[in-house]
C-alpha cells in the first residue's frame, strides 16, 4: 500500500513554470507506475503524464508533450510534474496517482491506477 500528497500547485501567468511534487509513502514505491492526471471543470478527468517503475520510460498525453516533464526518484519517494510552457486550459486539479497493477496495456486510464493523492489546483491566467 503506498500513500500519495501532492504538492507545489498555484497561480501562475501563461508561458510561466510550475513544478508539483507528489511525495509517497511506503517502502515498496519502486513497484509502483506512476501518473499525473488532471480535471478541469465540466470535464472528466484526463490523462497528463505517466512513469514506468525505474523511470526509464515516460509517456505524455499530445496536449502536453513536449512543455511537461515527468520524472521520479525512487530514493526520495518522489515524483514530480514540471510543467513549462504553460496556457490557460492546463488550469485544472492535478492529482498524482500510484498504480500496483501489473498488465501488458497501458497506464493511461483512470482505472489503471489503485491509489490516488488529493489534488493540488493549478490556475493558469491568460
Known amino acids: 500500500q503506498v500513500q500519495v500528497v501532492e504538492s507545489g500547485g498555484g497561480l501562475v501567468q501563461a508561458g510561466g513554470s510550475l513544478r508539483l511534487s507528489c511525495a509517497a509513502s511506503?517502502?515498496?514505491?519502486?513497484?509502483?507506475?506512476m501518473g499525473w492526471f488532471r480535471q478541469a471543470p465540466g470535464k472528466e478527468r484526463e490523462f497528463v503524464a505517466q512513469i514506468n517503475r525505474s523511470g526509464g520510460s515516460t509517456y505524455y498525453a499530445d496536449s502536453v508533450k513536449g512543455r511537461f516533464t515527468i520524472s521520479r526518484d525512487n530514493a526520495a519517494n518522489t515524483v514530480y510534474l514540471q510543467m513549462n510552457s504553460l496556457k490557460p486550459e492546463d488550469t485544472a486539479v492535478y492529482y498524482c496517482a500510484a498504480s500496483s497493477i501489473y498488465w501488458s496495456g497501458s497506464y493511461y486510464y483512470p482505472a489503471t491506477y489503485d491509489y490516488w493523492g488529493q489534488g493540488t489546483q493549478v490556475t493558469v491566467s491568460s
Open positions: 511506503g517502502r515498496t514505491f519502486s513497484n509502483y507506475v
